[in-house]
């Protein structure tokens, strides 16, 4: 229990209970927070006369001292009573024991989260810029290599690398617009709610939230700070990231082995084994997808702690934060590795020499019987369907399919009569040119390619302008804080 309490309501706290109870780890990302929020709060004060001003120059000044060197104790109920303590110590009782009014600490707690958490979004928002970046850049490098397209893990059908790298990059891009959006509804303060109820004070709420650089203030005082809705969205757009990061990990997992070689890691991103000397291991990739069902974890556990809390404050919420840092901090540092990482991938040039990926082609026989030959689309599958059974039954590939082959199973299959032309044959059997057929909108050819990932570059730009924009709001607000403390804090 804090010191400021000793002699009130309660006689005393068991110092294990404290320590229980105590949010002082996870408060240390809130230090800077808080004490811009107490700056905030004494300019409004002085402002508003609630305070005189030679008492609120001095909170200022120790305010700033605070600020340049403060360390959180470990026995420290939390970091809002930290503060206000070394306020008291510095300042006395008759001034420091002042810094309380018109607040508590349940506004300035999800003040101070919110902002700490506009920082990390604006960090994570640059970090998926960046790994959008990579992506598109080794695009480039391959929008005319050809790789098997997979569904259901098996061979499907024939793609670019740069066609894939494009999907993750769209993924990315929701992503982003995810946590563009969050950062919309965690930019708005709650200070000047008090416990749950406001103040008699006459506050300025409006002012503090324009001194800490917020859009706006979170009106209704008990939603202000009973709400950690902003958390679970937030939360929810790091789980949806993890997942798509740890999907696009998954694939260089499998592709990467002897068994698929479509795509080498970097040494300098692996590793081997303690006894067998042949082994080259992905444990950066599969570190990776670990963390990432942490990152859900942590979506699914916050959703359940505050599942039936009654309303306003409970301090079932501190139990929260912590894995929103957590969180954070994972997709970051995934995020991060994961851009260095795939701009050394090398892809295999000779893939399709693997016999059973010629199948993959197949469908552009089809397309070809019921698009040439006048096949119905239906009767044109069984036909090609009943092909590949032969071939693979007597051990050959596409390449062994003549013309008289497939009148015989023409012919077996659906009593049909059909006179194939050998380039017709070529032109399914050719993966590149069943990559250069497929030139729909967002489909692989590198024509299409090419023009999507002109778009995408162009995605970039506008994501870090945005960033640009919030960042340099943000700096505007620290100038304007730190300007007035100068003006307000002179002797």
């Not at 707690?109 to 990390?120: G, N």
């Not at 740069?162 to 769209?170: E, I, K, N, Q």
């Not at 701009?343 to 469908?363: A, D, R």
């Amino acid at each position: 229990m804090s010191l400021l309490f000793k002699g009130g309501r309660l006689t005393s706290v068991r110092r294990d209970v404290t320590r229980f109870t105590s949010s002082i780890q996870s408060d240390k990302r809130l230090l800077k927070p808080v004490i811009k929020i107490n700056k905030a709060h004494v300019i409004m004060m002085m402002e508003q006369k609630i305070i005189d001003w030679p008492s609120g120059a001095q909170l200022l000044r120790v305010l700033n001292e605070l600020e340049k060197g403060m360390r959180l104790k470990p026995s420290l109920e939390d970091v809002h009573m930290g503060v206000e303590e070394e306020v008291i110590k510095s300042a006395g009782p008759e001034v420091g024991g002042n810094l309380h009014i018109g607040k508590s600490r349940n506004d300035q707690v999800s003040t101070a989260i919110r902002m700490r958490l506009r920082e990390d979004i604006i960090n994570l928002v640059f970090l998926v810029i960046r790994l959008q970046e990579q992506l598109i850049k080794l695009a480039k490098r391959h929008i005319k290599t050809v790789i098997p397209g997979y569904t259901h893990l098996r061979p499907a059908q024939p793609v670019t690398f740069a066609h894939y790298l494009l999907s993750y990059t769209d993924m990315l891009e929701r992503d982003l617009h995810r946590l563009e959006e969050a950062y919309q509804r965690v930019d708005l303060c709650p200070m000047g709610a008090g416990a749950l109820a406001t103040s008699s004070f006459p506050i300025n709420r409006e002012r503090v939230a324009e001194l800490l650089g917020f859009s706006g203030v979170l009106e209704n005082s008990i939603d202000a700070v009973g709400s950690r809705d902003f958390i679970l969205e937030t939360l929810a757009c790091l789980a949806i990231i993890a997942l798509d990061i740890s999907q696009f990990v998954e694939d260089l997992i499998i592709w990467s082995s002897p068994e698929f070689g479509i795509v080498d890691l970097p040494d300098s991103f692996s590793s081997t084994s303690s006894v067998m000397p042949q082994k080259k291991n992905p444990e950066v990739l599969e570190v990776i997808r670990a963390r990432s069902g942490l990152v859900l974890g942590n979506f699914v556990s916050c959703a359940a702690i505050m599942k039936s809390l009654p309303s306003t404050y409970n301090l079932d919420f501190q139990e929260v934060t912590p894995q929103l840092w957590e969180s954070v901090e994972t997709v970051a540092g995934s995020s991060d590795m994961l851009s260095k990482l795939i701009i050394h991938l090398k892809v295999s040039k000779e893939i399709f020499s693997k016999p059973f990926l010629s199948f993959s082609t197949t469908t552009e026989l089809v397309n070809i019987l019921t698009r040439k030959y006048k096949v119905p689309f239906r009767t044109a599958h069984k036909i090609v369907g009943a092909l590949v059974r032969h071939l693979i039954e007597n051990g050959l590939s596409l390449a062994d399919v003549t013309p008289e082959l497939l009148q015989t199973i023409a012919k077996d299959t659906s009593d049909l009569s059909l006179n194939i032309k050998m380039e017709d044959i070529h032109a399914f059997t050719d993966p590149m040119e069943f990559v250069k057929a497929h030139n729909a909108r967002g489909g692989p050819s590198p024509t299409e390619v090419e023009r999507m990932i002109k778009i995408r570059e162009r995605w970039t730009i506008l994501s870090r302008a945005w960033l640009s924009e919030k960042k340099s709001k943000m700096g505007e607000a620290e100038e304007r804080l730190e300007s007035t403390i100068k003006t307000y804090s002179a002797p």
